[in-house]
């Protein structure tokens, strides 16, 4: 784990990398913003599993992002989940930055109702709110002051200027305002894993078996003997 800060006082925002190793989007925009200048508040630069990172990996041991509140008497990603819990306390707002495989448009993603104050915030148009049977409540952002996940396609690129643009909207730093207009879909159950290819298309109406439903993470390598995750339109 790297934490490095910058700015004072409220509110306290903290971007978090690397929460997958092998997902280095996140880490690259932070890189760029490393010296944004503040118009208010504290910012929180976390490289959370800098090891995974090293070696190009999800995780060592266990997958972060499952194991959540952690152990510190635990495995690597169990003792960094108790650590990483411990210091983003101070932070008012987490935005966890991952990237998928799947060819796929960018999604916010939510455990909790009162997550999407902060998901109007983020200049993405599709919002994904996560079932209880989904979500095991082991994430990171089921155990911070108020988080989300936002799941960019790893061919996006720099995405710092979507992160600075979550920092104008917070009014962090001085710009114009720019909320996006924003479709919410909810993940209620999975697809197992068959032959569906060409069948299935991200974030598009599908029917199998009389069940109409959008698929999400079609094209993922990370879900075993799931094809997708199941979304239905929320508004
Ligand atoms: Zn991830």
Redesign the pocket.
């Known amino acids: 784990m790297r934490i490095s800060k910058t700015g004072s006082g409220n509110p306290k925002v903290a971007f978090v990398a690397c929460?997958?190793g092998d997902?280095k989007i996140g880490e690259k925009a932070i890189e760029k913003l490393k010296n944004i200048r503040l118009a208010g508040g504290t910012l929180f630069f976390v490289l959370a599993n800098e090891k995974a990172a090293q070696e190009n990996k999800?995780f060592t041991e266990s997958d972060l992002?499952r194991v959540f509140p952690g152990n510190p008497e635990g495995d690597h990603e169990e003792k960094l989940a108790h650590q990483l819990l411990h210091e983003l306390r101070q932070a008012d707002v987490v935005i966890d930055i991952?990237?998928?495989e799947a060819d796929t448009e960018d999604f916010i993603i939510l455990t909790k109702k009162e997550q999407f104050r902060i998901a109007e915030k983020v200049p993405i148009e599709k919002c994904v709110f996560m079932e209880k049977s989904i979500a095991k409540g082991k994430a990171l952002i089921d155990h911070v002051n108020l988080g989300i996940s936002i799941?960019f396609n790893k061919d996006r690129g720099d995405v710092s200027g979507i992160l600075r643009q979550i920092l104008i909207n917070l009014g962090m730093v001085k710009g114009r305002k720019r909320i996006a207009s924003q479709v919410g879909y909810s993940v209620y159950g999975i697809i197992e894993k068959k032959d569906y290819s060409g069948l299935l298309v991200n974030f598009r109406e599908t029917e199998i078996n009389g069940e109409l439903f959008f698929p999400l993470f079609y094209g993922s390598k990370n879900y075993e003997n799931v094809a997708c995750l199941k979304a239905r339109r929320v508004r």
């Open positions: 929460v997958h997902e999800r992002n991952h990237s998928t799941e």
